[in-house]
């Protein structure tokens, strides 16, 4: 049996500040303690804090987060953070200045440039005199502004206004991104469910007409057990749920589908009770449990059989989905996965690998082992536990 790894990629992008933040965290000692080692610590460790509120994008709630850590990066007195329509947060001394922060951003709001303004108060007290206001953008777009206040519009002042606000503009650039992959996984599932869907639906529509006069009761079952697969297939919320319910979801499937086929298809399953809550990804195994019946046994002559496998791995949990069946030439199989060739089959297998990859990287993705009348393995590594993956 020939071993093929797929090889859909996708860009992993990394909020760098914390990591950095970790390095230095475990190395502080070797840091010192002079005042510019001191001086790096504290700055990395306040665009650590304020990085996580802003990956949510320009709202009221993130930018309110985010603000006061902000302000102490540039040491101002008071900061101010617009979207394109009003004020978000006004942050430190003088706020009531805060009802004409968005005013001081219009003109930066419209043309996209750094403004230096002098700020008129009748407070002799009042440590806000002049504003340095630079626009935040994503890609290429003024979305908002940040306004650093004080008693002067220094150079320095300016200068790490630009700084601050280049940064913020890479945070709220990560959100953009963040946002993007989550609508195009939105549209994956669908696009899954459309292609899943007609094929699969037929048949079991034909199976059941099949019982309907010699075996009413059994044709109840089936279409019991057909609107309960299609009602989780087609639901519209979460993009992740449990092995458990993704498990119980292709029990159904097959119960459709050894309706169809009697004992010409035969199923093992082993599955660990440890790694039934784990979450993963919305329909990310019953497409390759699908794939192996569509184009692995479907034209096979005599008995088929499938074995699906979930074990506890450490950190880890691993699954794999095997047949008997005709297998593919492996470069075919590649080329199909990467791209190259139109997918006469193996849209699914695809999908899922892409996925996979986009959730929990590159290091994830479906590992296939197949080839000419030698029947497919197709091996999947989950992580327990990840970042952002939950079942709702």
């Known amino acids: 049996m020939e071993l093929l790894v797929g090889i859909a990629v996708v860009a992993a992008i990394v909020a760098v500040p914390a990591i950095v933040l970790w390095r230095v965290m475990r190395g502080r000692r070797e840091l010192g303690t002079s005042p510019a080692e001191r001086a790096t610590f504290e700055t990395l460790h306040t665009a650590s804090l304020a990085g996580p509120p802003l990956r949510a994008g320009l709202t009221a709630d993130g930018a309110d987060r985010a603000s006061r850590h902000l302000r102490r990066l540039l040491g101002s007195p008071a900061l101010a953070i617009t979207d394109g329509e009003r004020l978000l947060v006004y942050d430190g001394e003088g706020e009531h200045h805060a009802g004409e922060a968005f005013e001081h951003a219009r003109a930066t709001l419209g043309d996209g440039r750094t403004q230096v303004l002098s700020i008129s108060c009748d407070l002799l007290e009042c440590p806000i005199r002049q504003a340095v206001v630079v626009p935040l953008t994503t890609d290429d777009r003024v979305v908002g502004t940040l306004a650093a206040y004080g008693q002067h519009a220094s150079a320095g002042l300016v200068r790490a206004a630009q700084e601050v606000a280049g940064w913020v503009d890479s945070q709220l650039e990560l959100a953009e991104l963040d946002r993007s992959r989550t609508l195009l996984m939105e549209a994956e599932v669908r696009a899954l469910r459309a292609q899943i869907s007609p094929h699969f639906i037929y048949n079991s529509l034909t199976t059941i007409a099949s019982f309907v006069r010699t075996d009413p009761e059994r044709a109840r079952e089936l279409l019991l057990e057909f609107a309960d697969f299609t009602r989780y297939s087609f639901r519209r919320h979460g993009e992740f749920t449990t092995l458990a319910e993704e498990l119980r979801s292709i029990d159904r499937y097959l119960i459709l589908e050894r309706a169809r086929f009697g004992d010409q298809l035969q199923v093992t399953l082993r599955i660990a009770p440890e790694v039934l809550p784990v979450a993963v990804p919305f329909l990310c195994l019953q497409p390759l449990v699908e794939n192996a019946v569509r184009h692995g046994l479907e034209s096979k002559d005599g008995v088929g059989r499938i074995a699906i ?25 590649r080329r199909i996965l990467a791209g190259e060739i139109p997918p006469a089959g193996g849209v699914g297998l695809a999908n899922v690998d892409l996925r996979l990859r986009q959730v929990y990287g590159d290091e994830y993705g479906l590992v296939v082992e197949t080839g000419r009348g030698a029947g497919t393995k197709v091996n999947v590594r989950l992580p327990k536990y990840h970042p952002g993956v939950s079942a709702r």
Not at 312 to 319: L, S, T, W
């Open 309 to 333: 496998m979930a074990e506890d791995a450490g950190a880890e949990c691993r699954i794999s989905v095997e047949d008997d069946g005709l297998g593919m030439d492996p470069d075919r199989l």
